[in-house]
């Protein structure tokens, strides 16, 4: 069968789809040709379902009833997630009052900022222009994801909150949910399991080809440097990604209660694959 797979330009999501682009994991069910679009497009493309699988913010899924959630690839932080910096540190009502840089409206870095601190006035800027946008003083603060969040002070910012150490407070010690794949629901929860698998097998063989699948990945390293990247990659590619496992299906449905709460997401209704 043949898929169409949508990634983001991403070092974490090259490292996980690694074994399946280079056919170092194959499967006998599927033959994927892989879409590369930055997240918030991804995102925005899967309200019109045309990919079969695609990599979403776990946000986004208010939003794409046409998709199930895969138990394996999802991005969650374990005691860490986005941040919010600026040049300057700043009280929280300064930046309550500010307009914040955000890296898309459907991205989980946006709700999960807004369950933190409230509604607030926002620009939407692709993810890596945004710390570029504090320095030039286009913006006086940004909300930060990916590799960027541990490269924030050699661009010449601070960090003034920390979106994910307060989630983990927040929740005792969920991880943090950000990331995830999904698959269309149409296609049938046997042929959801078998990608699953197949998705799962790529993400381990990564894993234990460590160094192959971080050549790999360095193409989406943006000009960073790869001790940066195998850093972020570290802290994104961990065992809830191999298996989301019970913590993080309860992760995805807290963040989602808490935020049906204060209004910031649609009623619906949430399908995550069986295991």
């Not at 695609?54 to 199930?68: D, E, F, L, N, Q």
């Not at 050699?154 to 010690?173: A, P």
């Not at 991880?175 to 296609?187: D, F, Y």
Request: contains cysteine; glycine residues 8%.
């Amino acid at each position: 069968m043949e898929i169409s797979v949508g990634h983001t330009p991403d070092s974490d999501d090259a490292f996980m789809f690694f074994g399946m682009f280079t056919g170092k994991v194959t499967s006998p069910d599927f033959q994927g040709n892989h879409v590369i679009e930055d997240i918030e497009k991804l995102n925005r493309k899967a309200t019109n379902p045309t990919l079969d699988v695609t990599a979403v913010s776990v946000h986004a899924c208010a939003y794409i009833p046409g998709y199930t959630i895969l138990r394996s690839g999802g991005s969650f932080g374990i005691g860490y997630g986005p941040i919010v910096t600026s040049k300057k540190q700043m009280t929280l009502d300064e930046i309550k009052n500010c307009k914040i840089a955000i890296p898309g409206k459907m991205t989980s870095a946006f709700l999960l900022l807004q369950l933190m601190i409230g509604r607030f006035d926002y620009i939407e800027l692709n993810f890596s222009d945004i710390p570029k946008a504090i320095k030039n003083e286009e913006v006086d603060v940004g909300l930060v994801i990916h590799e960027t969040q541990l490269s924030y002070e050699q661009e010449g910012n601070v960090k003034i909150l920390d979106v994910g150490e307060w989630w983990d407070k927040t929740t005792n010690g969920l991880p943090v949910p950000l990331g995830i794949n999904v698959m269309k629901t149409s296609l049938g929860m046997d042929t959801i399991q078998k990608f699953d698998k197949y998705l799962q097998a790529s993400i381990e063989y990564a894993l234990n080809n460590f160094d192959d699948a971080m050549d790999y990945s360095m193409q989406y390293s943006r000009g960073k440097p790869r001790k940066l990247i195998e850093k972020f990659v570290k802290m994104y590619v961990n065992q809830v990604t191999v298996d989301m496992g019970e913590n993080g299906e309860e992760s995805i449905k807290k963040m989602f209660e808490m935020a049906r709460k204060k209004n910031l997401v649609p009623e619906f209704s949430l399908s995550i694959a069986i295991k």
